[in-house]
């Protein structure tokens, strides 16, 4: 067997292999998507009930007056003023809503993974998948479920685009933006609720991968070193394609047109930038008014320290 067939074999085996795991990761999340719900949707709940005690941190007595039960309202208006100082009851809280968030990212972390593999199965070739008579796939798998998994894929692919995000960057634990990060996890779960949904309509749920997938490639004795070239050259790039994270990307807008974006960032722009001048002129401002306040309060306490000195010696 000359080194070309070889390799084309190979090519060919490890491309189908991979874009049956992908459909096998995609099943395995949806199976148990209904414990992922429960543990996400427990966090969202530690989320608010830290953002509510937050909000009962240093009230005022509009609290009270505002309240349809003034008593109970008067005695948390009456502990937010004993205890803890509001730095440290805010610190506590906030060490609490990283605790919560830890969670989070572990979760959205498996959420990951089931991402990855519809956008690399969005970018799969269909055409691999025809049937034929140089691949063969596992006997209980036919040509016709895999195109109707890509299909399924490549319909769901627009929502990625709603949470598709760093979510380590996004999700830190600051207790002033707790509402924004429960908002957005809350958004995680419906779009990935409806996700699955829409793949188990797929009827992929009656895929199962063995731990063993056996994938035949038989190629006609009578291709030429040259056919053999360009069909190793052919699969070759379609893998690329599907690594590719920036083709990717651009594939998820497919259905945005790209003109349309670019002249609404080009209109835009001349704000966005006023905004981040104002912005900085703002950090400046809030800079010397930090530096001014530390130099109020280190000379506030020399005047104190001095006047005790005189004082004292009188």
Not at 117 to 134: C, D, P, R, W, Y
Request: with cysteine; proline share 2%; aromatic share 8%.
């Amino acid at each position: 067997m000359s080194p070309a067939r070889e390799e084309l074999k190979q090519a060919s085996c490890r491309f189908i292999t991979d874009t049956l795991n992908y459909i096998d990761t995609m099943r395995k999340f949806c199976h148990m998507f209904p414990k992922w719900e429960t543990s996400r949707k427990t966090e969202l709940e530690m989320m608010m009930d830290i953002k509510g005690r937050a909000d009962k941190i240093d009230l005022d007595i509009s609290h009270v007056t505002k309240s349809e039960d003034k008593g109970e309202a008067f005695v948390e208006y009456l502990k937010s003023k004993v205890t803890l100082n509001d730095d440290e009851r805010c610190a506590e809280l906030e060490k609490e809503l990283d605790e919560v968030l830890k969670d989070t990212l572990g979760g959205l972390k498996k959420l990951d993974c089931f991402l990855d593999a519809v956008e690399k199965l969005v970018v799969t070739s269909l055409h691999v998948f025809m049937k034929n008579q140089v691949l063969h796939l596992p006997e209980e798998i036919s040509f016709e479920y895999v195109q109707v998994i890509i299909g399924a894929a490549q319909q769901i692919c627009p929502l990625l685009l709603e949470i598709k995000r760093d979510a380590n960057v996004f999700f830190l634990p600051k207790l002033q933006n707790v509402e924004v990060l429960a908002n957005q996890l809350d958004r995680y779960i419906q779009i990935t609720k409806t996700m699955c949904e829409k793949l188990d309509k797929s009827c992929f749920s009656d895929f199962c991968m063995k731990k063993t997938v056996k994938t035949v490639v038989k190629l006609h004795v009578d291709l030429t070193e040259d056919d053999l070239q360009r069909m190793l050259d052919n699969i070759n790039q379609l893998e690329e394609i599907r690594m590719n994270q920036s083709f990717r990307m651009v594939f998820l807008f497919q259905e945005v047109s790209c003109s349309d974006f670019i002249s609404q960032f080009e209109e835009r722009q001349p704000r966005m930038l006023e905004f981040l001048d104002k912005l900085e002129e703002i950090a400046v401002q809030l800079d010397r008014m930090n530096k001014g306040a530390k130099i109020s309060s280190v000379a506030g306490s020399s005047v104190g320290a001095i006047a005790s000195t005189v004082f004292s010696r009188l």
